[in-house]
């Protein structure tokens, strides 16, 4: 409305005061606060668009059930999933104790094999590096 200026009439131009649509126009009042509509018949467009309301809103309502039926599945999927996860970490947990376990049981001996293993692929690699060096 800034560029439109008030000049003592509507501010809409021509059209009437509080005219929403075609059929319903203000009649003055006795009083200034209060504002009286007339609703034309001839436009009786209400019912229809009331009806097309209630149609939207039961398709909104069935939107939301489905959404809300979603959920619920969603939910209870991850909650069998958490279950599924705390029995797999309880599994793992076990292994890894009994692999502990038997590396205690059959000694320190991997180490040895370890740090030999390590020290063959070292002199691998030297010698590799010396002979092609050259």
């Known amino acids: 409305m800034s560029s439109n200026s008030y000049r003592g009439g509507s501010a809409y131009g021509d059209a009437a005061p509080f005219r929403s649509r075609e059929g319903l ?14 609703i034309d018949p001839v436009d009786m467009d209400l019912d229809h668009e009331i009806t097309g309301l209630r149609g939207q809103v039961k ?8 959404i809300g039926t979603e959920v619920k599945q969603q939910k209870d999927f991850l909650e069998e999933l958490q279950t599924l996860m705390t029995n797999a970490q309880a599994g793992v947990k076990n292994n ?15 180490v040895v094999h370890v740090v030999c293993f390590a020290l063959i692929c070292f002199f691998v690699v030297y ?8």
């Open 25 to 38: 126009s203000t009649r003055p009042a006795a009083s200034s606060d209060e504002i009286q509509l007339r």
């Open 59 to 66: 398709k909104l309502r069935n939107v939301a059930q489905e």
């Open 96 to 110: 890894i104790r009994r692999l502990n376990k038997s590396i205690v049981r059959s000694g320190s001996n991997h």
């Open 127 to 134: 010698a590799w590096s010396k002979m092609f060096r050259k």
